[in-house]
């Protein structure tokens, strides 16, 4: 089995900086697409951004410029560095991850966090 927790949520005021960690453990034979994905109050899940093994990033446009995603493979961790943080960004951000287990033949799953809260105050 494969796990993700997410830790580095809180609570900052608009303008501020957080950055959430994400680390993967269990069975993991290797992972591919790792991304953070959004769900604010009263909305429905938003992908935030995502990077691929190789390290390519891509974002939503109302994070642009703000948010930067990165990951380290050695330590089965992804990262989103988050700047400028408005009211909006307020949300549970869940940390998701594409992985093949350690199983004969490997299978390719997704895998979720429980999620981490962010509020960013006015």
């Known amino acids: 089995q494969v796990r993700l927790v997410e830790s580095g949520g809180g609570l900052v005021q608009a303008g501020g900086s957080l950055r959430l960690s994400c680390a993967a453990s269990?069975?993991?034979?290797?992972?591919?697409?790792m991304g953070w994905y959004r769900q604010a109050p009263g909305k429905q899940r938003e992908l935030v951004a995502s990077?691929?093994?190789?390290?390519?990033?891509n974002y939503v446009d109302s994070v642009k410029g703000r948010f930067t995603i990165s990951r380290d493979n050695a330590k089965n961790t992804v990262y989103l560095q988050m700047n400028s943080l408005k009211p909006e960004d307020t949300a549970v951000y869940y940390c998701?991850?594409?992985?093949?287990?350690?199983?004969?033949?490997?299978?390719?799953?997704?895998?979720w966090g429980k999620g981490t809260l962010v509020t960013v105050s006015s």
């Open positions: 998701n991850a594409e992985a093949y287990d350690s199983t004969f033949p490997p299978k390719l799953m997704p895998y």
């Open positions: 269990g069975s993991i034979f290797s992972i591919n697409v």
């Open positions: 990077i691929t093994y190789g390290g390519s990033p």
